[in-house]
């Protein structure tokens, strides 16, 4: 854990303290995790070139500030009073389950979706101990987690610079605010998508590619090229920004 802590602390003084990118290869772990067809493989901590572990914490850091201090002191401390323990938990669900009481929202979801391993051992939600899901259906219940599911993978060094900087002034686009493309033509094996120019709006982070309700992949920029269908919709993608408790 020392060294995932010095690559954390070094991010955060390099991103939020002298304004430069963070390590960790984000655009990559957004283009892998994007597609809804992810949850169809292994996810993507596979040991591969991308495979930087702490992106996955980093992505967490940069949507709820203060999240890897608190995350550390739980393994210092321990849980809250009334919070149940991670006995019986495995190392890797522990860390899902401590990640999600640091942020006061049930992150197994995103961790499934990461495929997410530690010393060899991959958390997933089916697979998880009984210690670790009545654990959580138990703070669920209490209202002491939340379901949300904000989708971390969108959310990087540069998010993490506005959440500083602007907090809650940050514009909020809903999930459920679609857009039409300016224009769909075939080009090559793909398709090229042009859609409204919105990378001067504060707080806006991309663009959601959906086809038949399931999500195909994310774009940045106002220009984008899809693999071979026809692509029929798209919409905003959300910029998550929320409070966390100190």
Do not use: C
Not at 110 to 128: D, S, V
Not at 164 to 178: F, N, Q, R, W
Not at 198 to 214: A, Q, R, S
């Amino acid at each position: 854990m020392l060294e995932y802590t010095n690559n954390m602390v070094s991010n955060f003084n390099e991103t939020i303290l002298e304004g430069l990118p963070s390590r960790g290869n984000h655009s990559k772990i957004t283009q892998l995790l994007a597609p809804d067809s992810v949850l169809e493989g292994d996810g993507i901590a596979t040991g591969g070139s991308y495979d930087n572990t702490y992106v996955a914490w980093w992505n967490i850091e940069s949507a709820f500030p203060g999240y890897w201090s608190r995350y550390n002191n739980l393994f210092r401390y321990g849980v809250p009073q009334g919070y149940p323990t991670a006995d019986g938990m495995s190392a890797v669900e522990k860390q899902v389950y401590y990640s999600s009481i640091a942020t006061d929202t049930d992150l197994g979801y995103y961790f499934n979706r990461y495929g997410y391993r530690f010393n060899g051992n991959k958390f997933t939600l089916e697979g998880a101990a009984s210690a670790y899901k009545s654990a959580v259906e138990k703070l669920i219940l209490e209202k002491k987690l939340s379901t949300a599911q904000p989708k971390l993978w969108y959310v990087g060094a540069d998010t993490a610079t506005l959440v500083y900087e602007y907090g809650d002034k940050l514009a909020i686009y809903s999930e459920k605010t679609k857009i039409s493309p300016l224009y769909i033509g075939k080009e090559g094996n793909g398709y090229r998508i042009n859609l409204p120019d919105k990378t001067g709006v504060l707080g806006h982070l991309g663009y959601e590619i959906t086809e038949n309700g399931k999500v195909i992949g994310f774009t940045t920029t106002s220009t984008t090229l899809t693999q071979p269908s026809t692509k029929k919709d798209t919409r905003h993608a959300t910029r998550y920004a929320p409070t966390t408790s100190g």
